[in-house]
């Protein structure tokens, strides 16, 4: 059984930071590399950041860019997202999403997605 579980939301200050973490199960990081994405109360989907599994390249979206850092832990199947200097904006659920990185544009795949974990920050 796939699983994507994320953890590290909570509400933050503006200005603050938070870490989340996705820990995969049910697939091999060699057929799938991973992003977050986010969804504000009202709007669509939006990408935050993706990283290739292969070679760990990145991709940010404009919103995040500079704030906002992605990394993997192969050998724990676990991705973080590091989120720095954040902003009243960045409030939504952030889910961990199975995707295709290729050629600087990331995709989800497969229909993988976790439940999510809310992120909320107050100005």
């Known amino acids: 059984e796939v699983q994507l579980v994320e953890s590290g939301g909570g509400e933050v200050q503006a200005g603050g930071s938070l870490r989340l973490s996705c820990v995969v199960s049910?697939?091999?990081?060699?057929?799938?590399?991973i992003g977050w994405f986010r969804q504000a109360p009202g709007k669509e989907h939006e990408e935050v950041s993706c990283i290739s599994s292969s070679d760990h390249s990145t991709y940010y979206g404009d919103s995040v860019k500079g704030r906002f850092t992605i990394s993997s832990d192969i050998a724990k199947k676990t991705t973080y997202l590091q989120m720095n200097s954040l902003k009243s904006e960045d409030t939504g659920v952030y889910h961990c999403?199975?995707?295709?990185?290729?050629?600087?544009?990331?995709?989800?795949?497969?229909?993988?997605w976790g439940q999510g974990t809310q992120v909320t920050v107050s100005s």
């Open positions: 999403v199975a995707v295709h990185l290729r050629g600087g544009l990331c995709f989800p795949a497969a229909g993988y």
């Open positions: 049910g697939f091999s990081f060699d057929d799938y590399d």
